[in-house]
């Protein structure tokens, strides 16, 4: 339920540390020569060494920052999880686990854990982070369960040689940078950003070759074709993402979890407007140019961009499910009444309400989704026997 009260302020620090981010924003406006791509910004906005919103070290996760993953959730995620991920480790012989942007570690640690108790630990647990402050976090989390840290090491990027085992991104494609466009009978518009007073606003020009031919494509795809002065987004880094992260995969999977649609849903009519927003303190905020560096910034994912790029990159769509689906698949009714055993009347609510959170419609259940992609381990996942939606894309 979205609240009516007024968004808190930023602290002082927060509003300096905003004012810097904003700074550093005109500047490459500027360079740009008046004009920046909405990717450009984002990018800048959430990444930017020191400055962005994953790279400046405050509190970004969990109850006391401002948005819950599913592994914060509750620990039968992860638990979950731990199944499909020792099937797919079983198919591929035994390997590794490569987590991409593991924020707070709180997977990496139920995961370990999880995977511990079944005798199916991986070989090393490889976290690729590009945010120091995140690293020392997910360190920090995981340093908390003894035994598991030697296991888990930080990489820069994707693993550099052949490798076999699974890839994870939980809510990682939602915080790639997005462009924007609008679409109209007499061709594409770019929408952009300016620099406004102190602030930001949004311009529009003719899009560039790249953007106005993925918007061709998209509408070429869709069962009817998109309404006139229709405005979205696309996410032009994904494709090159999903080949990097599988380039040197020789067996194995990339699981994607998130939030998401299947492309004539994600490009509907109804949804005129696209899904940008940033979040703060657990609210939905619209106004994507407020509290720069202080707001997450996100925008749902177009999964049938995604398996068209897995595809380019050779691999195979193993399943496509909602999240719901899959924890049910994976016996989260028998995870949970496991952890119940034993437990308080306090923790067995928490449990039970975490366990709600994650499969109602209302809440996280069909919002999200999982996506397998494999290569040389065939296509038949325990995530994806109840209920596949691969037809949908
Ligand atoms: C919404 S947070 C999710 C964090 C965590 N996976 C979770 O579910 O709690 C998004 C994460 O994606 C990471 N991320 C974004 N682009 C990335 C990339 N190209 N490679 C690795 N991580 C990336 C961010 O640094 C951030 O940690």
Not at 136 to 155: D, F, S
Request: with cysteine; hydrophobic share 45%; glycine share 12%.
């Amino acid at each position: 339920m979205l609240s009516a009260d007024p968004l808190p302020p930023l602290s002082p620090a927060g509003a300096a540390h905003s004012e810097l981010v904003a700074g550093h924003l005109r500047s490459l406006i500027a360079a740009g020569g008046g004009w920046l791509p909405f990717s450009q910004f984002m990018d800048a906005a959430l990444y930017s060494p020191g400055l962005g919103y994953y790279m400046a070290g405050q509190a970004r996760f969990g109850a006391g920052g401002d948005f819950v993953t599913a592994p914060e959730i509750s620990p039968l995620y992860a638990r979950c999880l731990a199944t499909q991920v020792a099937e797919i480790m079983k198919r591929a012989g035994g390997g590794d686990l490569v987590e991409y942007g593991a924020g707070s570690g709180a997977l990496a640690a139920e995961l370990l854990q999880a995977l511990a108790a079944a005798g199916a630990l991986p070989g090393r647990y490889r976290i690729v982070e590009i945010s120091a402050p995140l690293r020392a976090l997910q360190r920090e989390r995981i340093a908390r369960i003894p035994g598991l840290l030697a296991r888990v090491e930080w990489l820069d990027g994707p693993p550099a040689t052949s490798w076999q085992g699974v890839a994870i991104a939980n809510e990682v494609l939602d915080a790639m940078p997005v462009d924007r466009f609008c679409a109209s009978r007499g061709g594409c518009e770019a929408i952009g950003v300016v620099a406004a007073g102190n602030g930001f606003a949004w311009r529009s020009r003719p899009a560039g070759a790249a953007l106005a031919d993925s918007v061709v494509r998209i509408n070429a795809s869709l069962p009817d074709p998109l309404p006139d002065r229709y405005v979205s987004e696309l996410r032009p880094m994904m494709p090159a993402w999903i080949r990097a992260a599988t380039a040197t995969l020789e067996q194995g999977a990339l699981l994607l979890c998130d939030y998401g649609l299947p492309r004539s849903h994600y490009y509907h009519a109804s949804r005129d407007g696209g899904s940008l927003c940033a979040f703060y303190r657990h609210r939905r905020v619209e106004d994507v140019f407020a509290r720069v560096g202080m707001q997450d910034l996100t925008a749902w994912v177009d999964f049938t961009a995604v398996a068209e790029a897995a595809d380019a990159a050779g691999l195979e769509l193993a399943g496509f499910t909602t999240q719901a689906h899959f924890l049910v698949a994976l016996g989260i009714d028998r995870e949970l009444a496991a952890a119940l055993d034993g437990v308080g009347t306090r923790e067995g609510l928490e449990l039970r309400q975490g366990a709600m959170t994650l499969l109602l419609p209302g809440e996280m259940g069909e919002r999200f989704k999982v996506m397998a992609l494999a290569r040389g381990i065939g296509i038949t996942l325990a995530g994806f026997s109840f209920r596949d939606l691969s037809t949908s894309l």
